[in-house]
Protein backbone atom coordinates (compact mmCIF):
# COMPACT_ATOMS: atom_id res chain seq x y z
CA UNK A 1 0.00 0.00 0.00
CA UNK A 2 2.88 2.30 0.99
CA UNK A 3 4.71 1.44 -2.06
CA UNK A 4 1.77 2.65 -4.10
CA UNK A 5 1.51 5.79 -2.21
CA UNK A 6 4.71 6.29 -3.01
CA UNK A 7 4.84 5.86 -6.80
CA UNK A 8 1.75 7.67 -6.95
CA UNK A 9 3.29 10.73 -5.50
CA UNK A 10 6.88 10.37 -7.50
CA UNK A 11 4.10 10.73 -10.77
CA UNK A 12 2.24 13.77 -9.50
CA UNK A 13 5.77 15.10 -9.27
CA UNK A 14 6.82 14.18 -12.62
CA UNK A 15 3.69 15.73 -14.52
CA UNK A 16 3.69 18.88 -12.17
CA UNK A 17 7.09 19.55 -13.65
CA UNK A 18 5.53 18.73 -17.17
CA UNK A 19 2.70 20.87 -16.69
CA UNK A 20 4.61 23.90 -15.68
CA UNK A 21 6.91 23.10 -18.64
CA UNK A 22 3.87 23.18 -20.96
CA UNK A 23 1.57 25.52 -19.76
CA UNK A 24 3.61 28.79 -21.45
CA UNK A 25 4.18 27.50 -24.36
CA UNK A 26 0.32 26.10 -24.67
CA UNK A 27 -0.57 29.90 -23.50
CA UNK A 28 1.83 31.01 -26.36
CA UNK A 29 -0.21 28.82 -29.02
CA UNK A 30 -3.54 29.35 -28.14
CA UNK A 31 -3.34 33.50 -27.47
CA UNK A 32 -1.60 33.55 -31.30
CA UNK A 33 -4.59 32.29 -32.32
CA UNK A 34 -6.75 34.85 -30.40
CA UNK A 35 -8.09 38.39 -30.94
CA UNK A 36 -7.31 41.20 -28.07
CA UNK A 37 -10.78 40.81 -26.75
CA UNK A 38 -10.57 37.05 -25.57
CA UNK A 39 -6.51 37.69 -24.38
CA UNK A 40 -7.25 40.56 -22.50
CA UNK A 41 -10.11 39.12 -20.45
CA UNK A 42 -12.81 37.20 -21.95
CA UNK A 43 -10.99 34.40 -22.32
CA UNK A 44 -7.45 34.20 -20.96
CA UNK A 45 -6.43 30.50 -20.66
CA UNK A 46 -9.06 28.81 -22.61
CA UNK A 47 -8.87 27.32 -26.59
CA UNK A 48 -9.58 30.00 -28.71
CA UNK A 49 -13.56 30.53 -29.21
CA UNK A 50 -12.72 32.14 -32.55
CA UNK A 51 -9.77 30.89 -34.27
CA UNK A 52 -7.83 34.03 -35.71
CA UNK A 53 -5.68 32.53 -37.79
CA UNK A 54 -5.63 35.43 -39.62
CA UNK A 55 -3.13 36.91 -36.98
CA UNK A 56 -0.30 34.67 -39.10
CA UNK A 57 -1.25 35.83 -42.13
CA UNK A 58 -1.08 39.61 -40.90
CA UNK A 59 2.33 38.34 -39.42
CA UNK A 60 4.06 37.06 -42.46
CA UNK A 61 2.63 40.19 -44.57
CA UNK A 62 2.83 43.03 -42.64
CA UNK A 63 5.87 42.51 -40.47
CA UNK A 64 8.51 41.42 -43.44
CA UNK A 65 8.81 38.17 -41.50
CA UNK A 66 8.52 36.57 -44.49
CA UNK A 67 12.10 37.85 -45.45
CA UNK A 68 13.44 37.75 -41.63
CA UNK A 69 12.11 33.37 -42.02
CA UNK A 70 14.17 33.10 -45.42
CA UNK A 71 17.54 34.46 -43.97
CA UNK A 72 16.74 32.56 -40.92
CA UNK A 73 17.09 29.69 -43.06
CA UNK A 74 19.56 30.61 -45.67
CA UNK A 75 21.82 31.77 -42.29
CA UNK A 76 21.32 28.18 -40.97
CA UNK A 77 22.03 26.08 -44.00
CA UNK A 78 25.27 27.62 -45.07
CA UNK A 79 26.41 27.99 -41.71
CA UNK A 80 25.73 23.59 -41.22
CA UNK A 81 26.92 22.60 -44.49
CA UNK A 82 30.30 24.78 -44.46
CA UNK A 83 30.86 24.07 -40.53
CA UNK A 84 29.88 20.58 -41.17
CA UNK A 85 32.33 20.16 -44.20
CA UNK A 86 35.35 22.22 -42.38
CA UNK A 87 35.16 20.04 -39.48
CA UNK A 88 35.26 17.06 -40.74
CA UNK A 89 38.57 17.93 -43.01
CA UNK A 90 39.96 19.32 -39.52
CA UNK A 91 38.19 16.49 -37.27
CA UNK A 92 40.18 13.81 -39.87
CA UNK A 93 43.48 15.69 -39.99
CA UNK A 94 43.58 16.03 -36.09
CA UNK A 95 42.74 12.25 -35.53
CA UNK A 96 44.26 10.36 -38.42
CA UNK A 97 46.95 12.39 -40.08
CA UNK A 98 50.62 12.19 -38.73
CA UNK A 99 51.77 15.81 -37.50
CA UNK A 100 53.20 17.09 -34.58
CA UNK A 101 51.21 19.76 -33.71
CA UNK A 102 48.46 17.70 -33.71
CA UNK A 103 47.66 17.92 -29.77
CA UNK A 104 48.13 21.56 -29.93
CA UNK A 105 45.46 22.32 -32.59
CA UNK A 106 43.32 20.30 -30.89
CA UNK A 107 43.68 22.21 -27.51
CA UNK A 108 43.15 25.71 -29.37
CA UNK A 109 39.68 24.30 -30.53
CA UNK A 110 39.04 22.78 -26.86
CA UNK A 111 39.26 26.42 -25.66
CA UNK A 112 37.18 28.17 -28.57
CA UNK A 113 33.94 26.31 -26.88
CA UNK A 114 34.59 27.74 -23.07
CA UNK A 115 34.97 31.43 -24.69
CA UNK A 116 32.20 33.09 -24.22
CA UNK A 117 31.10 35.13 -27.48
CA UNK A 118 30.84 38.22 -25.52
CA UNK A 119 34.23 38.84 -24.98
CA UNK A 120 35.24 38.27 -28.74
CA UNK A 121 32.06 40.72 -29.35
CA UNK A 122 33.69 43.92 -29.85
CA UNK A 123 36.37 43.31 -32.02
CA UNK A 124 35.27 40.86 -34.36
CA UNK A 125 32.59 44.13 -35.36
CA UNK A 126 35.53 46.27 -35.67
CA UNK A 127 37.13 43.37 -38.12
CA UNK A 128 33.88 42.50 -39.91
CA UNK A 129 33.23 46.46 -40.82
CA UNK A 130 36.99 47.01 -41.63
CA UNK A 131 36.56 44.52 -44.20
CA UNK A 132 33.34 45.64 -45.33
CA UNK A 133 31.65 42.43 -44.64
CA UNK A 134 29.28 43.78 -41.43
CA UNK A 135 25.58 44.39 -42.28
CA UNK A 136 25.99 41.88 -45.04
CA UNK A 137 25.18 37.89 -44.73
CA UNK A 138 28.62 37.40 -44.92
CA UNK A 139 28.97 39.45 -42.02
CA UNK A 140 27.05 36.78 -39.69
CA UNK A 141 28.09 34.08 -41.55
CA UNK A 142 31.52 33.73 -40.80
CA UNK A 143 30.80 34.32 -36.95
CA UNK A 144 28.30 32.25 -37.06
CA UNK A 145 30.55 29.49 -38.49
CA UNK A 146 33.68 30.36 -36.38
CA UNK A 147 31.88 29.81 -33.28
CA UNK A 148 30.23 26.38 -34.12
CA UNK A 149 33.39 25.00 -35.54
CA UNK A 150 34.96 23.86 -32.06
CA UNK A 151 31.94 21.99 -30.68
CA UNK A 152 31.55 20.27 -33.96
CA UNK A 153 35.23 19.56 -34.44
CA UNK A 154 34.61 18.24 -30.63
CA UNK A 155 31.79 15.87 -31.46
CA UNK A 156 33.47 14.56 -34.82
CA UNK A 157 37.12 13.78 -33.38
CA UNK A 158 35.03 11.83 -30.94
CA UNK A 159 33.70 9.70 -33.66
CA UNK A 160 36.31 9.61 -35.83
CA UNK A 161 38.48 8.10 -32.80
CA UNK A 162 35.96 4.69 -32.59
CA UNK A 163 36.10 3.86 -36.59
CA UNK A 164 39.07 1.20 -37.60
CA UNK A 165 41.66 2.06 -39.34
CA UNK A 166 41.39 -0.98 -41.62
CA UNK A 167 38.98 0.26 -44.54
CA UNK A 168 41.38 3.26 -45.21
CA UNK A 169 44.24 0.99 -45.28
CA UNK A 170 42.39 -1.12 -47.97
CA UNK A 171 42.04 1.78 -50.07
CA UNK A 172 45.05 3.38 -49.75
CA UNK A 173 47.05 0.58 -50.55
CA UNK A 174 44.68 0.03 -53.67
CA UNK A 175 46.54 3.88 -54.69
CA UNK A 176 43.35 5.77 -53.26
CA UNK A 177 44.26 9.44 -53.30
CA UNK A 178 43.48 11.30 -49.59
CA UNK A 179 40.70 12.89 -51.48
CA UNK A 180 38.94 10.75 -52.99
CA UNK A 181 39.32 8.55 -50.14
CA UNK A 182 38.01 11.23 -47.76
CA UNK A 183 34.72 11.27 -49.80
CA UNK A 184 34.30 8.20 -50.53
CA UNK A 185 34.66 6.13 -47.30
CA UNK A 186 35.27 8.58 -44.73
CA UNK A 187 32.64 10.96 -45.11
CA UNK A 188 29.91 8.28 -45.18
CA UNK A 189 31.18 6.52 -42.01
CA UNK A 190 31.14 9.74 -40.15
CA UNK A 191 27.20 10.39 -41.18
CA UNK A 192 25.71 10.00 -37.56
CA UNK A 193 28.17 11.87 -35.86
CA UNK A 194 27.67 14.63 -38.97
CA UNK A 195 23.99 14.46 -37.77
CA UNK A 196 24.62 15.10 -34.49
CA UNK A 197 26.91 18.16 -35.25
CA UNK A 198 24.57 19.51 -37.63
CA UNK A 199 21.54 19.27 -34.99
CA UNK A 200 23.86 21.41 -32.77
CA UNK A 201 25.03 23.54 -35.28
CA UNK A 202 21.77 24.27 -36.61
CA UNK A 203 19.95 24.90 -33.25
CA UNK A 204 22.55 27.66 -32.21
CA UNK A 205 22.49 29.31 -35.25
CA UNK A 206 18.57 29.37 -35.50
CA UNK A 207 18.24 30.81 -32.25
CA UNK A 208 20.87 32.94 -32.46
CA UNK A 209 20.47 36.66 -30.91
CA UNK A 210 23.89 38.67 -29.86
CA UNK A 211 25.78 38.33 -32.81
CA UNK A 212 22.63 39.07 -34.99
CA UNK A 213 21.74 41.55 -33.41
CA UNK A 214 24.59 44.00 -33.05
CA UNK A 215 26.10 42.83 -36.50
CA UNK A 216 23.10 43.15 -38.69
CA UNK A 217 21.22 46.79 -39.48
CA UNK A 218 18.93 46.68 -41.82
CA UNK A 219 15.77 44.99 -42.38
CA UNK A 220 17.19 42.87 -45.55
CA UNK A 221 19.69 40.71 -43.76
CA UNK A 222 17.59 40.27 -40.05
CA UNK A 223 17.32 37.04 -38.94
CA UNK A 224 13.75 36.07 -37.67
CA UNK A 225 14.63 36.45 -33.36
CA UNK A 226 16.00 40.02 -33.97
CA UNK A 227 13.17 40.74 -36.36
CA UNK A 228 10.65 39.48 -34.26
CA UNK A 229 12.40 41.23 -31.45
CA UNK A 230 11.77 44.67 -32.92
CA UNK A 231 8.10 43.57 -34.16
CA UNK A 232 7.01 42.64 -30.90
CA UNK A 233 8.30 46.30 -30.05
CA UNK A 234 6.46 48.08 -32.94
CA UNK A 235 3.25 46.10 -32.20
CA UNK A 236 3.54 45.95 -28.25
CA UNK A 237 -0.50 45.90 -27.82
CA UNK A 238 -1.37 43.04 -30.71
CA UNK A 239 -0.25 40.09 -28.81
CA UNK A 240 -2.39 37.63 -31.37
CA UNK A 241 0.26 39.05 -34.05
CA UNK A 242 3.15 38.87 -31.83
CA UNK A 243 1.93 35.50 -30.70
CA UNK A 244 1.91 34.62 -34.58
CA UNK A 245 5.67 35.55 -34.82
CA UNK A 246 6.83 33.99 -32.43
CA UNK A 247 5.22 30.42 -32.99
CA UNK A 248 6.57 30.81 -36.55
CA UNK A 249 9.87 31.79 -35.31
CA UNK A 250 9.43 28.56 -33.12
CA UNK A 251 7.84 26.45 -35.74
CA UNK A 252 10.83 24.83 -37.08
CA UNK A 253 13.28 23.90 -34.00
CA UNK A 254 9.80 22.26 -33.03
CA UNK A 255 9.29 20.50 -36.42
CA UNK A 256 12.78 19.15 -36.23
CA UNK A 257 12.68 18.11 -32.02
CA UNK A 258 9.34 16.62 -32.44
CA UNK A 259 10.99 14.36 -35.98
CA UNK A 260 14.12 13.40 -34.58
CA UNK A 261 13.61 13.99 -30.62
CA UNK A 262 16.33 11.26 -29.61
CA UNK A 263 18.72 12.85 -31.99
CA UNK A 264 18.13 16.36 -31.01
CA UNK A 265 18.67 15.35 -27.03
CA UNK A 266 21.66 13.59 -27.96
CA UNK A 267 23.67 15.87 -29.96
CA UNK A 268 22.43 18.68 -27.56
CA UNK A 269 23.79 16.63 -24.56
CA UNK A 270 26.77 15.36 -26.31
CA UNK A 271 27.87 18.90 -26.18
CA UNK A 272 28.13 18.41 -22.22
CA UNK A 273 29.59 15.26 -22.00
CA UNK A 274 32.43 16.24 -24.25
CA UNK A 275 33.02 19.38 -23.16
CA UNK B 1 60.54 -1.39 -51.22
CA UNK B 2 60.89 -4.88 -51.88
CA UNK B 3 63.01 -6.11 -48.81
CA UNK B 4 60.10 -4.57 -46.26
CA UNK B 5 57.57 -6.77 -44.90
CA UNK B 6 54.25 -5.95 -45.24
CA UNK B 7 53.02 -4.24 -42.41
CA UNK B 8 56.28 -1.73 -42.67
CA UNK B 9 55.43 -1.42 -46.04
CA UNK B 10 51.00 -0.57 -44.85
CA UNK B 11 53.22 2.21 -43.14
CA UNK B 12 54.94 3.40 -45.44
CA UNK B 13 52.06 3.88 -47.96
CA UNK B 14 49.79 5.22 -44.80
CA UNK B 15 52.36 7.83 -43.73
CA UNK B 16 52.96 8.62 -47.38
CA UNK B 17 49.26 9.50 -47.29
CA UNK B 18 48.76 10.83 -44.42
CA UNK B 19 52.11 12.73 -43.28
CA UNK B 20 52.14 15.02 -46.28
CA UNK B 21 52.06 18.66 -45.16
CA UNK B 22 49.97 19.60 -48.18
CA UNK B 23 47.13 17.19 -47.21
CA UNK B 24 47.09 18.08 -44.00
CA UNK B 25 47.41 21.94 -44.76
CA UNK B 26 44.20 21.58 -46.98
CA UNK B 27 42.60 19.82 -44.48
CA UNK B 28 42.97 21.57 -41.19
CA UNK B 29 44.29 25.16 -42.16
CA UNK B 30 40.31 26.19 -43.69
CA UNK B 31 39.06 25.71 -39.75
CA UNK B 32 41.89 26.84 -38.07
CA UNK B 33 42.86 30.34 -39.77
CA UNK B 34 38.87 31.04 -40.04
CA UNK B 35 39.19 30.41 -35.98
CA UNK B 36 42.11 31.98 -35.32
CA UNK B 37 41.66 35.22 -37.13
CA UNK B 38 37.81 35.77 -36.06
CA UNK B 39 37.76 33.70 -32.71
CA UNK B 40 41.38 33.75 -30.64
CA UNK B 41 42.38 36.88 -32.10
CA UNK B 42 39.21 38.95 -31.29
CA UNK B 43 38.99 37.62 -27.60
CA UNK B 44 42.95 38.56 -27.08
CA UNK B 45 42.46 42.04 -28.94
CA UNK B 46 39.40 42.08 -26.43
CA UNK B 47 42.07 41.94 -23.17
CA UNK B 48 44.65 44.13 -24.85
CA UNK B 49 41.87 47.20 -24.72
CA UNK B 50 40.65 46.25 -21.44
CA UNK B 51 44.17 47.81 -20.36
CA UNK B 52 43.34 50.98 -22.40
CA UNK B 53 41.33 54.13 -22.18
CA UNK B 54 39.47 53.96 -25.54
CA UNK B 55 36.64 55.00 -26.58
CA UNK B 56 37.12 53.49 -30.87
CA UNK B 57 37.59 56.60 -32.56
CA UNK B 58 40.38 58.84 -30.89
CA UNK B 59 43.80 57.93 -29.33
CA UNK B 60 44.03 54.64 -26.58
CA UNK B 61 45.74 55.90 -23.30
CA UNK B 62 47.49 53.26 -21.48
CA UNK B 63 45.89 52.48 -17.87
CA UNK B 64 47.16 49.16 -16.95
CA UNK B 65 44.92 47.49 -14.82
CA UNK B 66 43.01 50.35 -14.01
CA UNK B 67 39.80 49.58 -15.82
CA UNK B 68 39.30 46.43 -13.74
CA UNK B 69 40.04 48.61 -10.37
CA UNK B 70 37.76 50.70 -11.59
CA UNK B 71 35.17 48.26 -11.73
CA UNK B 72 35.00 47.71 -7.60
CA UNK B 73 35.97 51.26 -6.82
CA UNK B 74 33.95 53.72 -8.94
CA UNK B 75 31.75 51.63 -11.06
CA UNK B 76 28.36 52.67 -9.47
CA UNK B 77 26.23 49.63 -11.84
CA UNK B 78 29.37 46.52 -11.42
CA UNK B 79 29.14 44.65 -8.07
CA UNK B 80 25.38 44.83 -8.27
CA UNK B 81 25.23 43.54 -11.38
CA UNK B 82 28.21 40.63 -10.40
CA UNK B 83 25.37 40.06 -7.56
CA UNK B 84 22.82 39.82 -9.39
CA UNK B 85 24.89 36.96 -11.94
CA UNK B 86 25.85 35.14 -8.68
CA UNK B 87 22.07 34.80 -6.96
CA UNK B 88 21.24 33.48 -10.63
CA UNK B 89 23.97 30.97 -10.64
CA UNK B 90 23.24 29.98 -6.87
CA UNK B 91 19.73 29.67 -8.11
CA UNK B 92 20.64 27.87 -10.69
CA UNK B 93 22.92 25.35 -8.45
CA UNK B 94 20.57 24.94 -5.77
CA UNK B 95 17.13 24.93 -7.42
CA UNK B 96 17.33 24.25 -10.81
CA UNK B 97 19.80 21.40 -10.19
CA UNK B 98 18.18 19.58 -7.99
CA UNK B 99 14.99 19.30 -9.77
CA UNK B 100 16.66 18.20 -12.56
CA UNK B 101 18.48 15.41 -10.27
CA UNK B 102 15.14 14.44 -8.99
CA UNK B 103 13.77 14.04 -12.19
CA UNK B 104 16.63 11.87 -13.69
CA UNK B 105 16.50 9.83 -10.52
CA UNK B 106 12.93 9.12 -10.91
CA UNK B 107 12.80 8.64 -14.46
CA UNK B 108 15.40 6.57 -14.99
CA UNK B 109 14.27 3.95 -12.68
CA UNK B 110 11.67 3.31 -16.14
CA UNK B 111 8.41 4.45 -15.04
CA UNK B 112 5.55 4.81 -17.65
CA UNK B 113 5.88 7.36 -20.29
CA UNK B 114 9.35 7.74 -19.29
CA UNK B 115 10.30 8.85 -23.00
CA UNK B 116 7.62 11.56 -23.16
CA UNK B 117 8.36 13.08 -19.98
CA UNK B 118 11.47 13.34 -21.15
CA UNK B 119 10.29 14.75 -24.91
CA UNK B 120 8.50 17.45 -22.72
CA UNK B 121 11.00 18.29 -20.31
CA UNK B 122 13.65 19.50 -23.07
CA UNK B 123 11.38 21.48 -25.34
CA UNK B 124 11.84 24.60 -23.75
CA UNK B 125 15.52 24.16 -24.53
CA UNK B 126 15.40 23.95 -28.70
CA UNK B 127 13.36 27.51 -28.65
CA UNK B 128 15.20 30.68 -28.57
CA UNK B 129 15.64 32.48 -25.73
CA UNK B 130 14.32 35.55 -28.19
CA UNK B 131 10.74 33.35 -27.88
CA UNK B 132 11.05 32.55 -23.97
CA UNK B 133 11.70 36.53 -23.22
CA UNK B 134 8.97 37.81 -24.46
CA UNK B 135 6.58 34.90 -23.58
CA UNK B 136 7.71 35.60 -20.01
CA UNK B 137 7.38 39.07 -20.87
CA UNK B 138 3.99 38.59 -21.29
CA UNK B 139 3.69 36.14 -18.29
CA UNK B 140 4.75 38.85 -15.97
CA UNK B 141 2.99 41.52 -17.64
CA UNK B 142 1.55 43.83 -15.07
CA UNK B 143 -1.79 44.55 -16.78
CA UNK B 144 -2.83 41.29 -18.91
CA UNK B 145 0.14 38.88 -17.55
CA UNK B 146 -0.88 35.20 -16.48
CA UNK B 147 0.56 35.54 -13.31
CA UNK B 148 -1.16 38.50 -12.09
CA UNK B 149 -4.60 37.67 -13.84
CA UNK B 150 -3.41 34.62 -11.30
CA UNK B 151 -3.17 36.64 -8.10
CA UNK B 152 -6.31 38.74 -8.99
CA UNK B 153 -7.87 35.11 -8.81
CA UNK B 154 -7.13 34.55 -5.69
CA UNK B 155 -8.31 37.84 -4.55
CA UNK B 156 -4.32 38.57 -3.24
CA UNK B 157 -4.17 41.95 -4.34
CA UNK B 158 -1.10 42.80 -2.43
CA UNK B 159 0.94 40.32 -4.05
CA UNK B 160 0.26 42.18 -7.52
CA UNK B 161 3.30 44.33 -8.65
CA UNK B 162 4.65 45.40 -12.07
CA UNK B 163 7.15 42.50 -12.13
CA UNK B 164 9.33 43.38 -14.50
CA UNK B 165 9.25 47.41 -14.21
CA UNK B 166 9.50 47.46 -10.31
CA UNK B 167 13.00 47.58 -9.00
CA UNK B 168 12.46 44.79 -6.79
CA UNK B 169 11.20 42.34 -8.76
CA UNK B 170 12.70 42.84 -12.10
CA UNK B 171 15.95 40.69 -11.59
CA UNK B 172 13.91 37.48 -10.07
CA UNK B 173 11.42 37.70 -12.56
CA UNK B 174 13.91 37.01 -15.55
CA UNK B 175 15.40 34.60 -12.93
CA UNK B 176 12.48 32.02 -13.16
CA UNK B 177 12.37 31.88 -17.00
CA UNK B 178 16.56 30.97 -16.96
CA UNK B 179 15.63 28.40 -14.29
CA UNK B 180 12.78 27.00 -16.25
CA UNK B 181 14.41 26.81 -19.81
CA UNK B 182 17.40 24.66 -19.11
CA UNK B 183 15.50 22.13 -16.55
CA UNK B 184 15.37 19.34 -19.32
CA UNK B 185 18.79 20.28 -20.45
CA UNK B 186 20.21 18.90 -16.81
CA UNK B 187 17.68 16.86 -16.28
CA UNK B 188 18.93 15.09 -19.84
CA UNK B 189 22.60 15.39 -18.59
CA UNK B 190 21.84 13.75 -15.24
CA UNK B 191 19.60 11.00 -16.72
CA UNK B 192 22.39 9.79 -19.14
CA UNK B 193 24.93 9.66 -16.26
CA UNK B 194 22.78 7.27 -14.18
CA UNK B 195 21.92 5.06 -17.46
CA UNK B 196 25.74 4.89 -17.84
CA UNK B 197 25.97 3.32 -14.22
CA UNK B 198 26.52 -0.57 -14.44
CA UNK B 199 23.84 -2.29 -13.02
CA UNK B 200 25.73 -4.33 -10.83
CA UNK B 201 25.75 -1.58 -8.29
CA UNK B 202 21.83 -1.69 -8.06
CA UNK B 203 21.90 -5.46 -7.68
CA UNK B 204 24.48 -5.73 -4.60
CA UNK B 205 22.17 -3.03 -3.22
CA UNK B 206 18.98 -4.47 -3.49
CA UNK B 207 20.32 -7.92 -2.02
CA UNK B 208 21.54 -6.00 0.61
CA UNK B 209 18.28 -5.34 0.82
CA UNK B 210 18.67 -1.23 0.65
CA UNK B 211 15.75 1.19 -0.22
CA UNK B 212 15.64 3.32 -3.25
CA UNK B 213 15.86 6.18 -1.43
CA UNK B 214 19.75 4.32 -0.21
CA UNK B 215 20.67 3.32 -3.25
CA UNK B 216 20.42 7.05 -4.79
CA UNK B 217 22.33 8.73 -1.81
CA UNK B 218 25.20 5.88 -1.36
CA UNK B 219 25.60 4.72 -4.95
CA UNK B 220 24.18 6.77 -7.51
CA UNK B 221 24.53 10.26 -6.32
CA UNK B 222 28.02 9.50 -5.81
CA UNK B 223 29.18 7.78 -8.73
CA UNK B 224 27.42 10.89 -10.85
CA UNK B 225 30.73 13.24 -9.43
CA UNK B 226 31.97 13.95 -13.38
CA UNK B 227 28.45 14.66 -14.39
CA UNK B 228 27.93 16.65 -11.22
CA UNK B 229 30.72 18.31 -11.88
CA UNK B 230 29.90 19.02 -15.36
CA UNK B 231 26.54 20.39 -14.48
CA UNK B 232 27.91 22.52 -12.23
CA UNK B 233 30.34 24.25 -14.51
CA UNK B 234 27.68 24.79 -16.86
CA UNK B 235 24.88 26.05 -14.52
CA UNK B 236 27.82 28.56 -13.01
CA UNK B 237 29.62 29.85 -16.46
CA UNK B 238 26.20 30.03 -18.34
CA UNK B 239 24.70 31.87 -15.46
CA UNK B 240 28.14 34.49 -15.09
CA UNK B 241 27.92 34.92 -18.92
CA UNK B 242 24.17 35.18 -19.04
CA UNK B 243 22.93 37.84 -21.76
CA UNK B 244 19.93 37.02 -24.01
CA UNK B 245 17.29 36.34 -22.21
CA UNK B 246 18.06 39.41 -19.80
CA UNK B 247 18.81 41.75 -22.44
CA UNK B 248 15.28 40.73 -24.15
CA UNK B 249 12.56 40.93 -20.86
CA UNK B 250 14.37 44.52 -19.19
CA UNK B 251 17.90 45.41 -20.58
CA UNK B 252 19.19 45.39 -17.20
CA UNK B 253 16.39 48.21 -16.72
CA UNK B 254 14.68 49.88 -14.33
CA UNK B 255 17.37 51.92 -13.30
CA UNK B 256 20.28 49.09 -13.52
CA UNK B 257 18.61 46.79 -10.97
CA UNK B 258 18.80 43.72 -13.13
CA UNK B 259 21.99 44.05 -15.11
CA UNK B 260 24.56 41.56 -14.77
CA UNK B 261 27.49 42.10 -16.29
CA UNK B 262 26.93 40.98 -19.67
CA UNK B 263 24.14 43.38 -20.41
CA UNK B 264 26.45 46.22 -18.58
CA UNK B 265 29.02 45.27 -21.00
CA UNK B 266 27.12 45.21 -24.37
CA UNK B 267 25.76 48.53 -23.27
CA UNK B 268 28.60 50.26 -22.13
CA UNK B 269 30.26 48.99 -25.63
CA UNK B 270 27.07 49.55 -27.79
CA UNK B 271 25.35 52.47 -26.87
CA UNK B 272 28.16 54.82 -24.84
CA UNK B 273 31.05 53.42 -26.57
CA UNK B 274 33.60 53.13 -23.63
CA UNK B 275 35.29 50.49 -25.55
CA UNK B 276 38.22 50.04 -23.39
CA UNK B 277 35.74 50.22 -20.31
CA UNK B 278 33.05 47.51 -21.71
CA UNK B 279 36.18 45.47 -22.85
CA UNK B 280 37.35 45.06 -19.37
CA UNK B 281 33.97 43.79 -18.30
CA UNK B 282 34.27 41.19 -21.08
CA UNK B 283 37.48 40.17 -19.94
CA UNK B 284 36.22 40.11 -16.44
CA UNK B 285 33.41 37.66 -17.62
CA UNK B 286 36.21 35.44 -19.07
CA UNK B 287 38.63 35.30 -16.41
CA UNK B 288 36.19 34.81 -13.40
CA UNK B 289 34.17 32.04 -15.62
CA UNK B 290 37.70 29.92 -15.82
CA UNK B 291 39.05 30.50 -12.41
CA UNK B 292 35.50 29.10 -10.96
CA UNK B 293 35.72 26.26 -13.36
CA UNK B 294 38.87 25.44 -12.05
CA UNK B 295 37.95 25.77 -8.27
CA UNK B 296 34.90 23.65 -8.81
CA UNK B 297 36.97 20.72 -10.55
CA UNK B 298 39.45 20.32 -7.74
CA UNK B 299 36.57 20.65 -5.58
CA UNK B 300 35.02 17.87 -7.39
CA UNK B 301 38.32 16.42 -7.35
CA UNK B 302 38.16 13.99 -4.55
CA UNK B 303 34.67 13.25 -4.88
CA UNK B 304 35.32 11.80 -8.39
CA UNK B 305 37.93 10.29 -6.86
CA UNK B 306 36.03 8.69 -4.43
CA UNK B 307 33.46 7.53 -7.56
CA UNK B 308 36.48 6.11 -9.09
CA UNK B 309 37.36 4.18 -5.83
CA UNK B 310 33.57 2.61 -6.15
Known sequence: MTKKIKKTSLYIILVLIALTQLFPLYWLLSFSLKSNI???????????????????????????????????????????????????????????????????VFGVFTLGIMIPTQAALLPLFQVLDKLGLKGGYMGLLIPYVVFAIPMSIMILTGFYKGIPKEMEEAAYIDGCGVFHCFGIIILPIIKPALATASI???????????????????????????????????????????????????????????????????????????G | MFGLHKNERLDYIMD?????????????????????????????????????????????DFLGLNNYIKLFTEDRYFPRALKNSFVLAGASIFIQLPISLVLALILAKGVKGEKAFRTIYFIPVVISSMVIGQLWMKIFHSEYGLLNIFIRFLGMKDFEYSWLSNPSTA??????????????????????????????????????????????????????????????????????????????????????ASDVPGTLMYNNLFRKGLYGYGSAQAFFIVLECIILSFIISRIFKKAEDNASAI
Open chain 2, 171 to 256: FISTVVPSIWQYIGYHMLIFYAGIKSISTDYYEAARIDGATNWQTAIKITIPLLAPVLKTCMVFALTGSLRAFDLIYVMTNGGPNH
Open chain 2, 16 to 60: RMLGKKRYIAVFVLPALLLFLVFGIAPLITTGVYSLFDYDGIGKM
Open chain 1, 200 to 274: FTFLGTWNELMFANTLVDSDKYRTLPVGIMSFAGQYSTDWGLIGAGMVIATLPTILIYFMLSNQVQESLVAGAVK
Open chain 1, 38 to 104: EIFGQNVIGLPQDWRWGNYVRAFTTGGIFQYFFNSVFYSAVTVAVTGLLSAMAGYALTRMHWKLRTL
